[in-house]
């Protein structure tokens, strides 16, 4: 049974920096694909960075330039650090895993398993 947990979020003022991650444990595999999604109220869930087991990355338009994905040490383990943050950028973050996937389709939300979420907040 996988298990995806993501940690920090919080609350900053627009400009600021926050860093997130994520750990995808109960597997003996390295995941094909990890990724981070946002949904805001009212909205629709989006994609906003992927990151293959090859290292291919890929980003949403809206964070490109402000947003970095990047693997950790550990196993299945990955951040997402955020710079110059928008209040449009106000959301819950989920973190996406799959065992066995095709890196051309990490961007897509077709994850077997999905962490709780977290927050974040940005203020104008």
């Known amino acids: 049974q996988v298990s995806v947990v993501e940690s920090g979020g919080g609350s900053v003022q627009a400009g600021g920096s926050l860093n997130i991650s994520c750990a995808a444990s109960?597997?003996?595999?390295?995941?094909?694909?990890m990724a981070w999604f946002r949904k805001a109220p009212g909205k629709e869930r989006e994609g906003i960075a992927s990151?293959?087991?090859?290292?291919?990355?890929r980003y949403a338009d809206s964070v490109k330039g402000r947003f970095t994905i990047s693997k950790g040490n550990a196993k299945n383990m990955i951040y997402l650090q955020m710079n110059n943050l928008k209040p449009d950028d106000s959301a819950t973050y989920s973190c996406?895993?799959?065992?066995?996937?095709?890196?051309?389709?990490?961007?897509?939300?077709?994850?077997?398993?999905w962490g709780q979420g977290t927050q974040v907040t940005v203020s104008s």
């Open positions: 996406a895993a799959k065992i066995f996937g095709t890196y051309d389709r990490c961007f897509s939300p077709d994850y077997d398993e």
């Open positions: 109960g597997s003996g595999y390295s995941m094909d694909c």
């Open positions: 990151i293959g087991r090859d290292g291919s990355i």
